[in-house]
């Protein structure tokens, strides 16, 4: 089978020391848009503002297919608002995390993008030149783990898991992107965002298990192919179950999956629910039923 074309996201790299927690209290969690299959995450402070996005997808089972281009924008900027020079972070450039920033719309216009410099779609590509503001993750902190510190010491935590290789011209961009975490420093607490990675491959995941925290809960990968799905995920997550622990696993992949994203079955494989009482699993795609909106709360 001949390689998918593939094209370099050729944005310029941040330059300024950078740091969208600089006047931040504290993190309260994380709360996931419904967008149907894919990744639309804010990071909420403890005022309940929001801080900084991560991703802006939506593909199948979007709220936004089907509108004509004179309400996709304002509908999109309703539905995920983005304040001015509001922070976006991508995790990867696969179209289900950046598909909903459509030309017109506040992210593209307004918000801040710092993302991954990776092989990718030559549609994703596109977008990205239309993007106002937008940066890459500079070489120098490639597979190095890096935080951003509010005040009262939680950490949002972001690793570009694997250096850009120039000559490469073909990645996969769920193992080369940016894996995130969210931890409160008082209780000890984590929440996992691993974009579509493997949860075994960011190195900070290995030192919060080496810091002793417990997992307050994560948003699955929508990978189903057997690839992630290895044994030393298997052996991460099951290490993160506690019995004793209120902890929420999140699915942001829309009512109807033709890709059967995320792999349901896996996760309460990891975590039977006979063992895991107080786990709870939680949809986005049930938002539309009236129900509350999906969010990890410390
Ligand atoms: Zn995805």
């Not at 991703?55 to 995920?80: C, E, H, M, T």
Request: aromatic share 10%; hydrophobic share 40%; proline share 8%.
């Amino acid at each position: 089978m001949a390689a998918p074309a593939r094209e370099e996201i050729d944005a310029l790299d941040l330059g300024l020391p950078f740091d969208p927690l600089a006047k931040v209290k504290s993190l309260a969690g994380v709360r996931a848009e419904d967008v149907g299959q894919g990744d639309a995450l804010v990071v909420m402070d403890g005022d309940g503002n929001d801080v900084l996005r991560i991703d802006y997808g939506g593909v199948q089972s979007s709220p936004f297919n089907g509108l004509a281009d004179p309400v996709r924008a304002p509908k999109i900027d309703q539905l995920l608002p983005v304040p001015a020079a509001q922070t976006i972070m991508l995790s990867h450039w696969d179209h289900d995390h950046w598909a909903s920033a459509w030309p017109g719309t506040n992210a593209v216009k307004r918000g801040h993008w710092l993302t991954p410099r990776q092989w990718t779609s030559p549609s994703a590509v596109e977008r990205s030149v239309e993007i106002a503001n937008i940066r890459c993750i500079p070489p120098l902190l490639e597979t190095v783990p890096c935080r951003f510190v509010a005040a009262n010491g939680d950490e949002l935590w972001w690793e570009k898991l694997k250096a850009f290789r120039p000559t490469f011209q073909n990645e996969d961009c769920n193992r080369s992107g940016v894996a995130f975490s969210v931890v409160q420093k008082r209780t000890g607490k984590v929440i996992f965002l691993p974009g579509d990675a493997p949860f075994h491959l960011p190195r900070h995941y290995r030192t919060h298990a080496a810091r002793g925290l417990t997992m307050r809960g994560l948003v699955a990968f929508h990978h189903g192919a057997g690839t992630h799905w290895t044994k030393g995920t298997r052996r991460f997550l099951k290490r993160w179950g506690r019995p004793d622990e209120r902890q929420s696993i999140v699915y942001s992949a829309g009512a109807v999956n033709r890709d059967s994203h995320p792999v349901e079955a896996n996760y309460t494989k990891a975590f039977p629910v006979a063992g895991f009482p107080k786990m709870e699993f939680l949809y986005t795609r049930d938002v539309r039923l009236g129900k509350p909106p999906v969010e990890i709360r410390f």
